[in-house]
């Protein structure tokens, strides 16, 4: 058995990026599940993993030789309010480790206590959202979504104070970095160009390795070409990610902090669900308009490395800026154009989605039972209120390729009734609801009998209408 060989370029930054500090250690730590695909796809021992050694850092309560566990400071814009000073409040880093393929992990675990970034919390994650974060990260990966992953969570035999007493539980999350538009906020906001220079160089390297270092306006095309094709993939699925923070954008274009996030049963462009989201700030159709806010505060950032001259910078980024609306328009279309069965189109198609999303809208159709039913070749029309309304479209739609279609509609999604079923089975010391639907989640877009169950839209009694954040 072989511990992970650790490579830590991030801690070989300057000290002022992040605090080197342990995981705060738990009283009884045990495994409720390990990813060993992903073990695979990072070349780390699973029989390691599974110890009395392996489970200890997955727990923080030993680390093995060559991690340097730190938690990253960055600041950001939560709900458009400025906030200098945010930073892993509840989680530490433990290293990095290079996988098979040359890809570069770190290893993070979520929920591993305080932090001089706290803000006076108990630095501790419940279980549910860590069973949430879990099954949502890994189903957004099954279904082509860049992602942060789950490679374990674990209990860790302790209480948290929530709005109730609830479990603890510690998330093994990993991704190619943790580096945000926050990350970069943090140092601007300092006027740092020391530091914000080498983080931009760090950034690129993980993840843009195409573009020069010291290259501003490169690195931003690439964040936006990456944030535009997220989020038209997040909206082909109908999810929301419910806290858009500019804290909570990944600039190599992950989905990151699955905190009150949702995919939508019933289709509805102005849906919420999170429970802080008070103003919608983050609603469903609003999400490509928040990116690129995002993406001007990252841009805002960058300025002294895209021309030295400021007015010039400001205006290149500008224009940069403004690609953002092709790039997603390019993308939404390949995302909806397959939904309904086309590798490419036009106006035509266009028109026919939006006509197809507002017949939904009006008639409470589900967002996956219909565009799956289309692919299947029957039951769409059952899905809504006036099934004539489904007969008027399919008269101008004249059917599309059923492999495409197939390939670009999931059977099965994580929806949110399921996930709270997992989640109050979970904390009733019940996983195997958990461990079933991670199962389903794994071939989303195959038609598997023994989950069928799993496809159904809630009943009204089932349903659920709002989701927190596990913070």
């Known amino acids: 058995m072989t511990s992970p060989k650790f490579d830590n370029s991030y801690a070989r930054l300057p000290d002022r990026f992040y605090t080197k500090m342990p995981p705060t250690p738990v009283a009884a730590p045990s495994l409720i599940a390990l990813n060993d695909g992903l073990a695979n796809q990072m070349g780390l021992d699973l029989e390691w993993l599974r110890s009395d050694a392996g489970l200890a850092m997955l727990a923080g309560n030993a680390m093995p030789d060559g991690a340097e566990p730190l938690a990253q400071a960055y600041a950001g814009h939560q709900f458009g309010g400025w906030s200098p000073q945010l930073g892993d409040g509840r989680a530490n880093v433990l290293g990095e480790v290079v996988g098979p393929d040359g890809a570069r992990w770190d290893i993070q675990l979520k929920g591993s206590g305080p932090t001089p970034y706290s803000r006076m919390g108990d630095g501790r994650a419940g279980l549910g959202p860590v069973m949430r974060e879990y099954i949502v990260s890994e189903a957004m990966n099954a279904l082509g979504v860049p992602t942060t992953r789950a490679l374990a969570a674990v209990s860790t035999g302790e209480q948290v104070a929530r709005e109730t007493l609830q479990p603890g539980a510690i998330l093994t999350r990993v991704a190619g970095s943790h580096i945000r538009v926050g990350t970069f906020q943090y140092f601007a906001a300092r006027q740092d160009r020391e530091a914000l220079e080498l983080l931009l160089n760090h950034a690129i390297g993980r993840h843009y390795p195409h573009v020069d270092e010291g290259d501003g306006l490169g690195f931003l095309n690439a964040v936006i070409v990456a944030q535009a094709e997220l989020v038209a993939k997040w909206m082909g699925l109908g999810f929301i990610h419910g806290v858009m923070n500019t804290d909570n954008t990944h600039v190599g274009g992950l989905t990151i902090d699955y905190g009150p996030c949702a995919f939508m049963d019933a289709y509805h462009p102005a849906t919420v669900f999170s429970s802080i989201d008070q103003g919608g700030r983050y609603v469903y159709q609003g999400q490509p308009e928040v990116l690129v806010w995002n993406l001007a505060q990252l841009a805002s950032c960058v300025l002294p490395f895209i021309d ?31 939904k309904i069965g086309f590798k490419i189109g036009g106006d035509a198609q266009v028109t026919l989605v939006q006509d197809l999303l507002t017949r939904m809208a009006d008639n409470q159709a589900d967002f996956t039972r219909v565009f799956r039913a289309m692919a299947r070749g029957q039951g769409a029309r059952d899905e809504f209120v006036d099934p004539t309304s489904f007969d008027e479209w399919e008269r101008d739609w004249d059917g599309g390729d059923t492999t495409i279609m197939r390939a670009a509609n999931p059977a099965i999604i994580p929806r949110n009734h399921r996930v709270e079923e997992a989640i109050q089975a979970g904390l009733q010391g019940d996983h195997a609801p958990f461990d079933r639907l991670n199962a389903a989640l794994e071939n989303p877009f195959a038609d598997s009998p023994e989950f069928s169950d799993l496809e159904a839209a809630p009943t009204q009694q089932q349903m659920v209408r709002q989701t927190f954040c596990g913070t």
């Open 308 to 338: 030295s001259d400021k007015d010039k910078a400001v205006s290149v980024a500008q224009d940069a800026l403004a690609t953002f609306g092709d790039h997603y328009t390019k993308a939404w279309k390949r995302v909806f154009f397959a």
